[in-house]
Structure formats: C-alpha cells, structure tokens
C-alpha cells in the first residue's frame, strides 16, 4: 500500500544530534561526541568537517563549538514572528514597570519556546532563558496563546503531549485544562498558579493579529505572595494587555 509518509534521512538525524551535543556542552571533542551518540569517530568527523566547511561549527584545537551563524538564523527566525527591537522594548519596559521577570513566548511543535526575556529590579532568579522550551498546559504563556487557538489546534497539541505534573498544582488531566482555558478565554489572561515552579505564580496575555491569529503571548512572574489576585486584577493585567497591544499594533502595520 502506497503511503505518502516523506523519507527519513538518518545522516541528517545524526548530523542535528551532534548540533544538540554542542548546544548541550558548549565545545566538545570528536571522542566526546562519539560516545554520547554511540557512533563511529570517523562518522561524527566526516559529519563536524562538513559543518565546519558550511561555517555552522567552528574548530578549536580538538574541539568543536556551534558558531555566530545561528545567531543570526536565530535573529531571523525571531523577526518573522514579531518585531524584535519592539518585543524587546515592551518586555524591558514591562519588567521595569512591574519589577517583576518578563517573558515573550512563541508556540512550536506544541511547546512554547522563551524568545525575550527581562528582569526588573525585584525579580527573582528564574532558569528560563532565551531559546528554552517549556510544556504549553502548565505556564502561562502557553495557557494564553492554547486559549486563542481554534478548539480543535489546542485539542491537538494537549493530545500529543503529555501533561505531566511539574508541581502538585499542575492540570494534568485534559478536560481540566479546557476548563481552565475557557476561563482565560473569557477573562483575557490567563494564570499559573505555582503550576509550573513552586511559590511563582503568573499571568499571561495573548499577542495576535487578524491576519496570522495568536502569534505569541506575554507573562509577568512573581513570588505568590506579590502576585496577588488584587495585584493581577488592578495593576498587572491592564500594564501587561498595554504592552501586548502595542506588539500587535506595530505587527500590523510594520
């Protein structure tokens, strides 16, 4: 029977390993890679000279490192999903108004991927960073842009991914959570509520336009005790749909 399932290239599986290896590691030695993968050392060479050729690794003595090029594939990316200098500019000025940790966020494959990221002078130290994944049911990124999706998209995406329990607070169960984004829905932002990291809670907002629909999402976090209903209420929800519509406005017309 004829399928219409595209080939699989190993090499190229094996060639985005060794990227992640890098990634992971910073530098690392063809033995070293070797090992982690469970392949030839003169597979992961053959591989490493043709990125280094392509200027996407750079050698340095025995070792290897990811170069400057994915800076700018990252840069690039980041553009095509939001203005960066004004995403930055509005989680900077958020961050400094709140005081508190400020994310943007971007939807992939089912996780939400952190794209900017400020810290305000009482902020706590969070392992968030630019480029990190994080599951979509248990943030609240991932909730407010899950919320703005059309039913059967986020139906899909809590399908397919496990809604593993990160905290005791965390929805795990999948008829909750669509409770719960009925409820972000209907009040225009949505919570974790120390779902995602112990004593932190969140609020987060959606960024869309007409033309491409939810294209990101906002989130203030902050110890649970500053991050109080009242506080979310009266202060930090309007302070943070400002900051999203000022995206969506230049996203429109840039």
Do not use: W
Not at 1 to 26: F, S, Y
Not at 213 to 238: C, K, N, T, W, Y
Request: hydrophobic fraction near 35%; glycine fraction near 6%; aromatic fraction near 4%.
């Amino acid at each position: 029977m004829p399928t219409n399932t595209p080939r699989k290239i190993e090499a190229v599986r094996k060639t985005c390993r060794i990227i992640d290896i890098l990634q992971e590691r910073g530098e690392a030695g063809i033995t070293e890679i070797s090992e982690a993968m469970d392949f030839s050392k003169s597979a992961v060479h053959g591989h490493l000279a043709t990125l280094e050729d392509e200027g996407l690794v750079v050698k340095d003595g025995h070792s290897y490192y990811l170069s400057l090029r994915f800076v700018d594939i990252a840069e690039s990316i980041k553009e095509q999903i939001a203005k960066r200098e004004i995403v930055r500019e509005q989680v900077r000025t958020l961050a400094e108004e709140t005081g508190e940790v400020v994310h943007f966020g971007a939807e992939e494959n089912g996780q939400v991927v952190y794209l900017a990221k400020s810290k305000g002078d009482s902020a706590v130290e969070t392992a968030s960073k630019v480029g990190k994944r994080m599951p979509m049911h248990s943030t609240s990124l991932g909730k407010a842009i899950l919320s703005e999706l059309p039913r059967e998209d986020a139906e899909q995406i809590i399908e397919q991914h496990d809604l593993t329990a990160r905290t005791e607070h965390t929805l795990t169960e999948p008829d909750e959570l669509l409770v719960e984004l009925d409820e972000t829905r209907d009040r225009g932002y949505s919570i974790d509520d120390e779902e995602n990291i112990p004593g932190v809670r969140c609020i987060g907002m959606a960024v869309s336009d007409p033309d491409r629909g939810v294209f990101g999402a906002l989130s203030i976090s902050a110890p649970s005790q500053r991050m109080s209903e009242e506080r979310i209420q009266d202060d930090l929800s309007e302070k943070v749909a400002q900051a999203a519509n000022v995206i969506e406005v230049n996203s429109m017309y840039s």
